[in-house]
């Protein structure tokens, strides 16, 4: 929100300075972005007399000025600008002086021979407008030597506000200069508004046609005004629209823009002589268009709101207006709109079409309702004193909204929600100079916010009016008092577990990437999801258009972008969200892995001393099975099973369990599913469901016994067993670690052999069995005992047979 100081002024009486005023702004919530003082860009800037002008010698189209500054001697100018000549009054830039308009400092040169020491400007090179068709043409009586802001009043500062959403009531300077007066720093002079006595009715009238859907226009007023004459607006007027960036069009269009800035008011004319029989408010129809007035097209359909005359549609509500119904310089007869939109149409429609404007900027946050007419009673009122005309009474259709709203306020709260100690007069005293109607005594007071304030609707909104006006300085910080004791743990388990994935992945090499939660439809399919509760019902993008049911896809496609432009060997992880389904339950926390090309733990691309190999399901497993452990998982007793998703290599992948409970998954990824991503291999991934990691119970508090390490040395001895093909590895180390607990300390496989000497279907997988004894040596037989044990017990859990 822009404004200049002067135009403040003209609602906020006050003796204030600029930087008093910057500071309160700050101080009551409207953050102070920028302020542009024209008057240091164009100090340099002097009122000059041209002396002579005299063709140039060697340029048919150059001047040699003879210029009088003020400053002593006249100086030469070479001039290119078709309206130098000799007894005009212009403004001069000597050399040094840096140009706003074009970003060049100048410097004495030679043009076609000739010195020019200096320049004439044109108002675009001072950024005054567009025009430089020629340079400035100052009246006769305009003092030479006197800098041209401070003649032309270009002194005067440009503030820009950043205004929150929830106060659309400072989206005009009226409403700003209210709530500066009521932090103490001046009067409000906004005057009021008097009616306009109309003659006659308006001959068009109005319909609001929303029957059998909600209605987007609670109210609209129009009124005619005859025999208006069209053309520039006056100078003060178009120098306040160019102080805040807007371009002076005519005294119509401008007065219109104006209001808008002034008073929060957006209105809209329409050259009465181009509308065809009375207006209709309504939905627009499908297959009808817009040509705008920026010259653009739109195609409209049902869920917008439009204005349409018997011709069809001449304006988006709220928006923008048509180009067919628009005011030139040779209107004469004018109709006045001003009216009340749905917020979040407006907002619904500007954002479908791509349309911005300061209407639509203003519509959608809220505007006063109580000042629909009013704002046309001043409109009015601007006409008749710039354009002339006679206007006739207003027909308002629908009607204006009671907005009306009581909150009961107990003013305790002030001190029990800001620690401010306030009396109860300043209180009332603070909400009334902001318009606030209180009633009411004792220590609960009945509030009524004022109709332009839609954001208020409880007490602690009217406590955050008193803070912001008594001043944020005010509260008294108050230290946080020091526990007793150590507090107690902040995260969350989901969240400490998360934390560890992170920590462990990254130690293993691997990179943190942050993915989209959504994904193609086919991406979410080939992964299990796709179901229609998770389609995204407003995509960003329409390859982003589900919920994603695994971070493999995303991860994945990282990767791929990576070898894409030239990092192949890539290793990358994420934890987040996945989405199973639509219910609560059905969103769980992942930690995921994706390894590509070479990125092994050991390293990755070409070495001397032999290439690294390419990663494969055992990467994954040992991804997989370093987060259960970082999560808190019985590593010992996870089983891992041949039944990874469809997503996954048949013979390359597995899933990890706990007895029935299902941890996650690893492997390398099916070739279908690669094709379903494009990506290409080797790729290996995991992905581990944090969620679904069993809580750790609790330890007793009990001191633990002193480390006692065995003081005998282990004895290790090697089986090698025939099985069945189909005979997991895992079964027979259970079966063999079951059969002397007591002595047995581990078993771990060590080859797995299929070929020659080995019958068709089955394999030969050896371990090592490693005995730990604790009390005394043991003998050839106790071992070749426990050997025994372990034979009997691995053939009859596996039918096995020990190789000969």
């Known amino acids: 929100m822009k404004f200049t100081l002067t135009w403040l002024k003209q609602h906020l009486e006050t003796e204030a300075s600029l930087d008093a005023i910057l500071d309160k702004l700050n101080a009551i919530g409207m953050e102070v972005e920028k302020v542009d003082d024209p008057g240091k860009a164009l100090a340099p800037f002097v009122i000059a007399k041209v002396i002579s002008a005299e063709k140039h010698p060697n340029a048919d189209k150059l001047r040699v000025c003879i210029v009088d500054t003020g400053s002593g001697d006249p100086v030469q100018v070479v001039c290119g600008a078709p309206n130098a000549r000799t007894g005009m009054t212009g403004v001069f830039a000597a050399p040094g002086t840096h140009v706003p308009g074009t970003g060049v400092d100048l410097k004495v040169g030679t043009i076609r021979g000739v010195e020019s020491r200096g320049m004439l400007v044109s108002e675009r090179e001072l950024m005054l407008s567009e025009d430089h068709d020629g340079i400035i043409d100052l009246p006769d009586g305009a003092p030479v030597g006197t800098p041209y802001a401070a003649w032309s009043g270009l002194t005067d500062p440009v503030v820009e506000v950043a205004v929150t959403p929830n106060r659309p009531d400072c989206l005009g300077i ?106 209709v408010v309504r939905r627009a129809r499908a297959g009808e268009s817009l040509l705008a007035l920026d010259g653009k097209t739109y195609a409209l359909d049902e869920t917008m709101c439009v204005i349409a005359d018997d011709a069809g549609v001449e304006s988006l509500a709220g928006i923008m207006g048509g180009e067919a119904s628009g005011c030139t310089e040779e209107t004469t007869d004018v109709l006045v709109e001003s009216a009340l939109w749905d917020p979040l149409n407006i907002a619904q429609t500007g954002r479908k079409l791509g349309v911005n404007s300061d209407a639509r900027f203003r519509f959608e ?241 070409r070495h001397w001393s032999g290439a690294a190999p390419a990663v494969s399901a055992y990467d994954a497993k040992a991804d997989a099975l370093a987060i259960l452990e970082a999560a808190g998982a019985p590593v010992d007793r996870v089983q891992v099973t041949a039944d990874a998703p469809a997503w996954f290599h048949p013979g390359r992948s597995g899933t990890l369990r706990l007895g029935p409970l299902v941890l996650g998954h690893f492997g390398e990824l099916h070739p279908k599913t690669l094709a379903a991503l494009d990506v290409e291999g080797p790729l290996s991934v995991c992905e581990i469901i944090l969620d679904a990691v069993p809580a750790q119970k609790p330890r007793p508090t009990k001191a633990k016994p002193a480390l006692s390490l065995p003081e005998l040395m282990a004895v290790s001895r090697d089986f090698a067993f025939i099985v069945d093909r189909g005979v997991a590895a895992a079964d027979v180390l259970k079966a063999a670690a079951g059969a002397d607990k007591a002595l047995i300390d581990r078993v771990g496989v060590f080859d797995v052999y299929e070929g020659k000497g080995i019958p068709d279907g089955a394999k030969s997988v050896a371990i090592e069995v490693v005995l730990q004894p604790r009390e005394r040596t043991l003998t050839d037989a106790e071992i070749d005992a426990v050997g025994k044990r372990v034979v009997e017990a691995v053939a009859k859990a596996t039918g096995a047979t020990l190789r000969g």
């Open 174 to 279: 009226s409403g700003i200069a209210r709530d500066l007066a009521a932090a103490g720093l001046g009067r409000v002079k906004t005057p009021e508004v008097e009616p306009v006595a109309g003659e006659g009715d308006c001959p068009v009238s109005v319909t609001l046609a929303f029957e059998g859907s909600a209605p987007l226009c609670p109210m609209f007023g129009l009124r005619l005004i005859r025999g208006v004459k069209n053309g520039p607006s006056p100078a003060w007027l178009q120098a306040r629209l160019r102080a805040i960036g807007l371009r002076p069009i005519n005294a119509l269009v401008d007065i219109t823009n104006f209001l808008t800035h002034d008073r929060n008011r957006p209105l809209h004319v329409f050259d009465a002589a181009k509308v065809k029989g009375d207006l």
């Open 365 to 605: 946050r809220g505007v006063d309702p109580a000042f629909a007419v009013p704002g046309l009673e001043l409109a009015t009122r601007m006409i008749l004193e710039l354009c002339g005309g006679t206007p006739t009474a207003i027909t308002v259709a629908g009607a204006v909204p009671d907005t009306r709203r009581v909150v009961a306020f107990p003013l305790a709260e002030v001190k029990r929600l800001s620690g401010l100690t306030l009396d109860d007069g300043a209180i009332v005293d603070t909400l009334g100079r902001l318009g606030f109607e209180v009633t009411g005594a004792g220590p609960m007071r009945a509030v009524v916010p004022p109709s332009w304030r839609p954001d208020v609707d409880g007490k602690a909104d009217l406590v955050e009016e008193v803070v912001r006006i008594t001043g944020l300085d005010q509260i008294v910080s108050t230290p946080l008092s020091r526990l007793p004791t150590v507090a107690p743990r902040v995260l969350t388990p989901g969240q400490i577990r998360a934390r560890n994935a992170r920590r462990t992945l990254a130690a293993r090499g691997l990179v943190e990437a942050m993915t989209w939660s959504f994904v193609p439809k086919s991406h979410a399919e080939a992964f299990g999801g796709g179901q229609p509760e998770l389609a995204l019902a407003n995509p960003i993008a329409s390859d982003l258009s589900d919920m994603r049911p695994s971070l493999i896809p995303g991860l994945a496609a990282a990767a791929q972008r990576n070898a894409d432009r030239g990092t192949p060997d890539t290793a990358l992880f994420e934890v987040g969200q996945i989405f199973r389904g639509d219910r609560p339950d059905d969103q769980k926390r992942a930690a995921a892995a994706v390894r590509r090309g070479t990125a092994g733990l050991i390293g990755a691309g």
